[in-house]
T-cell receptor
Framework: GQQVMQIPQYQHVQEGEDFTTYCNSS?????IQWYKQRPGGHPVFLIQ?????EVKKQKRLTFQFGEAKKNSSLHITATQTTDVGTYFC???????????FGTGTRLTVIP | ETGVTQSPTHLIKTRGQQVTLRCSSQ?????VSWYQQALGQGPQFIFQ???????GRGNFPPRFSGLQFPNYSSELNVNALELDDSALYLC???????????FGPGTRLTVT
């Protein structure tokens, strides 16, 4: 079955420090999505990566898809308190049109 | 905001009871998926409805059932509630050709 590991599970950073979370799959992926869930909130779509080696940026967020399409990363530059939340990678299960979520990385930003 | 709405916001039920949760999809979206999110974990796929038909199901027992209506809104029904059913239930809508999910605010179900 589909297995995806997301590391780290938790990350505490001082405001202004950088943050990176990694998502690793046991199988080759057709695409990968990233979602953010604020405390007490619901997952919000951030981005979808499709191409091998793809890099996309959204302001301070940089998303990468590995060359082998088995891993992905999300990097936040100069974290702010508004970045607090849990970041999930999510894989679409081929042919099923639904998502398999990673375990998430909970980010805490200390002012 | 995504335009996906869910009701009720919170619900407390007793073990053995039945519950119905409701979801209105975002305008233009014909596909609704339901997810269960236990505390501290990622959402787990329950099932998906497309054009009023079940279009995929996760590893959940038959006491989890659903419906989709002609206006693409949807219901999730859970029978014979168990303590482990306590979770945030998320509805997500999408278009038939996209896997990107737009989530509603969720229903927090507590089973005592």
């Amino acid at each position: 079955g589909q297995q995806v590991m997301q590391i780290p599970q938790y990350q505490h950073v001082q405001e202004g420090e950088d943050f990176t979370t990694y998502c690793n799959s046991s199988t080759t992926l057709s695409n990968i999505q990233w979602y953010k869930q604020r405390p007490g909130g619901h997952p919000v779509f951030l981005i979808q990566l499709v191409k091998s080696g793809e890099v996309k940026k959204q302001k301070r967020l940089t998303f990468q898809f590995g060359e082998a399409k088995k891993n992905s990363s999300l990097h936040i530059t100069a974290t702010q308190t508004t970045d607090v939340g849990t970041y999930f990678c999510a894989l679409d299960q081929t042919g099923a049109n639904n998502l398999f979520f990673g375990t998430g990385t909970r980010l805490t930003v200390i002012p | 905001e995504t335009g996906v709405t869910q009701s009720p916001t919170h619900l407390i039920k007793t073990r053995g009871q039945q519950v119905t949760l409701r979801c209105s999809s975002q305008s233009g979206h014909n596909t609704v998926s339901w997810y269960q999110q236990a505390l501290g974990q990622g959402p787990q796929f329950i099932f998906q409805y497309y054009r009023e038909e079940e279009n995929g199901r996760g590893n959940f027992p038959p006491r989890f059932s659903g419906l989709q209506f002609p206006n693409y809104s949807s219901e999730l029904n859970v029978n014979a509630l168990e303590l482990d059913d306590s979770a945030l239930y998320l509805c997500a809508s999408s278009t038939g050709g996209s896997v990107v999910q737009y989530f509603g605010p969720g229903t927090r179900l507590t089973v005592t």
